[in-house]
């Protein structure tokens, strides 16, 4: 049983004087890092909105176009998976950052921290799939910055990139215009990313690789749009999965949002690794996946959008927003009918995954 | 005797497969990785300015405003130096590049990659730092990202930054807007910086603690452009110094840059401390510290600017550009009025000194 109280406040107990591996994992101990140590620090309204991206007009006046801006570093290993590398992800991760905030991506940059006696067919290789992701997502690398470290001091290449992008509409896509009545829609098939990775460090065989989502999924947020619906609020579901991407919108938004197990797809080899492993599918990260709020009259229309692109032929609706008897949680109607809530996990099931 | 062939083409001989530690220090190798790897796959006219930060208008039209987009990894050891921090630098260092492209800073994104064990309390202090030279520089961080590694797979922290700035004029900060006769001016001394972060490591006594002098160069380059100045490049003198500074402008300018070392200001203790380490200040990294080139005729009205502010009290004009015999190198008249060349080191003198 699980208590709300604890679950209204999620911070574990306990003090922690040095970084642990579950400070980076996207659950309840980062939260508490980012609310103890970087938010107070660096207090500033964009922050305190907890978007993927920061969003701001150029200048006072409705007339000045707004941008978003954002950036992501990039640990993940091995650097080259079934799907993809660090490279794809590296522009991937940041294009759909911006898209998250409605944004269309135009420039990235790129920070390099090299470890001595990195392989530089490595590095060529990486490089050049940057340079296809960011082909693909219709973005230019402008700007760089490449640092070495000595051996022992790195893991062949970390790489940060950051994004600009311009908002050429007027939504406001953040968390607090989520609203009581609110479609939640997904694209696809959930914890792929996480799996295939997983899989290539457990040494694990399938019948067919399973293959990492990495996406870019700017282009279809665009359409979504363009198509004249009222997007409330889009995250996508990278560290801790569908289950903390979802927490963070119902905290942030006070409201309870309810989700159906029955309309959440998970490819049987992918669950079949998860059971393997230990992973709930949930928590599982994804690098192609995001949820849309619209409202409930809209989701039919959002989802026939969402189906129509390549990148979101799996669309389900998968759950509703409520004014419910739990506000800020996320609660699950499950397969046999009952109904749970869903928790962050205090850190994660997998390190390094992006 | 130099072999000037060999200059122009500024790439050493061999081949690399591995990265090396030099491969990061702002040299000849680092060119090379630059141009063979990064410039190629990431080809696009922004990047091949090779200017501090990439400047883009918004949209298409006179009226848009123009932005200023850059990024800097900081992998500095130790953490803590005197004069300053890694939180200090990550702040810093970026601004000082949206300064060097004539452009207001106005928001900056920060990534950490933190490993496993590193004390919360020393986040802290890296984290107030960071703000403290964020108030002071007049930028807010708004968006940011935190990922953890494996202890042996870091060093504490490492932090990536990224900055947008508002460019509020209308010259073309570059440099491929030098022309001769041009005035070169610098802000002040040389090589406190890479001495002060060299001192801690080597354990180093002085009378005095030589202190970095790392600081924020925005507001003092908004002075030269509010006063009507004809600014055709800036560039600020970190990794490779003051040589590497001006030889990446010559070489980009195809022009000749004469330095005068009688000009050119090195601290007592700073320039003992290059004695005894074996340093050419010349090459030492600075962290407040720019060069400004302006037409010949304004020299001295930008030497008044520079002065007034407390960021130039000790600035001086050290050289001007021609059209001279050596395109695209840098010269030195010496203390002892001959003339030599100026060149880029292989390598680097100071690993990880930003």
Redesign the interface.
Known sequence: MTDLGDLQCPVPKGD??????????GGRL?QR??GE??FP??D?E??ERRHD??V?A??RGLSS?R?A???????IRPLFFPGGSIGHLAVDGTVNDLAMAGARP??L?????????????D??RV??D??DA?DAAGV???????????R????GV?I?T?G?G?IEHDLVIEPASVRPGDAILINGDIARHGIAIMSVREGLEFESAIESDCAPLADLVGRLIAEGLAVHCLRDLTRGGLAAGVIEIAQASGLQVELRETAIAVRDDVLGACEILGFDPLYVANEGRFVTFVPAEQAERALAVLRAHPAGEGAAIIGQVTAGSHPGLVTMQTVTGTSRVVDLLSGEQL??IC
Request: hydrophobic residues 50%; negative net charge; glycine residues 8%.
């Open positions: 922690y004087d040095r970084v642990l591996m579950a400070h980076g994992g980062m890092l980012l140590v970087f620090a660096f500033n964009l922050l991206a920061a701001f150029l200048e176009p941008l801006f954002t950036t992501d570093s990039y640990v135009l420039y940059s790129t920070g390099f921290i090299l470890e001595e006696g990195f392989p530089v067919a590095l060529r490089v050049q940057m340079h960011a230019s690398i402008v700007t760089g910055d490449t640092k070495v470290v000595e022992g001091h790195g893991d970390y940060n950051a600009v311009i390190p390094r």
